[in-house]
């Protein structure tokens, strides 16, 4: 089916783990790929999705190739000694906009800011001149206005945008109005990882439901050692990724918890984890004959590689979409793959729909 052109914002740990996992799975042809829904979705393999332009604002990537950037600190991943792709990209000036956080400032040195109406004419002659269909958003927690600059460049440049962070667009009724207006494909918002807090909190919690228990109050804390836990230490930059994984919980339950019955948050950030996640799940609720129940839940995960395959899928159900010439959200693939969709579904049906999908 040819090849997928795809640019990304956000240069960060996991634009790392996505790349450095497509370069692990080269070298080792005879391994199954884990964590994707399927080695061929639509005609297309891990190894049609190649990255052909790129954008950041630490001076550590920006103006240097993009295989050598992925390596540069703070960034965390190194399962893969070098990449032999993306040595001719080079990583080009995103505007800041929202800044880079109060506790991030002391890793991540942004290049000198210029006016952001110059740096958007270099960036839509970069995805013009690469030929990009496809943009990965990787953001950081709290990059509202950034999001809105890169999903206006989308719309102006007719690239499908996936949006793996929780500044609401696909699920944003005014933005994803423009994408279907445009007919430009949005997959949104915020990606879920392949076992991770979201979909373990979510699936326990309507078990729990399902099977008829009452619960009384869940809670989930997350603590972790790079860069995006980093970033959320900041608390004004938090609130939408609360509201994003509070709703994926919530949207499960028959009945909603009221707010102050229900906590989850990153809560905070142990350097020596690097990116290794810590999540702590507790559900308390009530059974038959009113009686006491509870479960708790420690799961550790590697982040990183917890989200890449999750974006693969997303990367490939856009594709497809652009090659069906649909626009607006691609909503089974939404539902599936992101924590915070236009249409929250339960996981069974989402998958089915996606399937669906899929076969056409
Ligand atoms: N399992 C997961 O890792 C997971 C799951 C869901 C969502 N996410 C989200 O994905 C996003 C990326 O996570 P990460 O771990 O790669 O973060 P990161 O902090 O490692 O990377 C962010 C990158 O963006 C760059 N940046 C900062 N401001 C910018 C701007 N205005 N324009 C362009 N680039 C800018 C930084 O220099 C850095 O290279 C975060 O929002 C995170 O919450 C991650």
Known sequence: MGKIRCAVVGVGNCFAGLVQGIEYYKQHQEQKVIGIMHENMGGYSIHDIE?????????KKVGIPLNKAVYAEPNKVKWVETLSTMDEITVKQSPQLDGVGTYVEKVVTPVHERPTEELKKEILHELKEKKVEILVSYLPVGSDKATKFWAQVCLDTKIAFVNCMPSFIASEPEWAKKFEEAQIPIIGDDIKSQVGATIVHRTLARLCDMRGTKIDRTYQINVGGNTDFLTMKDQDRLQSKKISKT?????????RLPDDQIYVGPSDFIPFLSNTKLMFMRIEGHMWANIPYNMEVRLEVDDKANSAGIVIDA?????????????GPVWAASAYLMKHPPKQMTDNEAREELEKFIKG
Not at 51 to 59: E, G, I, P, Y
Not at 247 to 255: F, G, H, N, R, T
Not at 315 to 327: F, H, M, N, T, Y
């Open 315 to 327: 990367v490939r159900a856009a594709k497809i979409s652009l090659d069906r010439k649909l626009g």
């Open 51 to 59: 990255f052909v332009a790129a954008f950041d604002v630490d001076s």
């Open 247 to 255: 709703e994926a919980v919530q949207s499960q339950l028959s009945q």
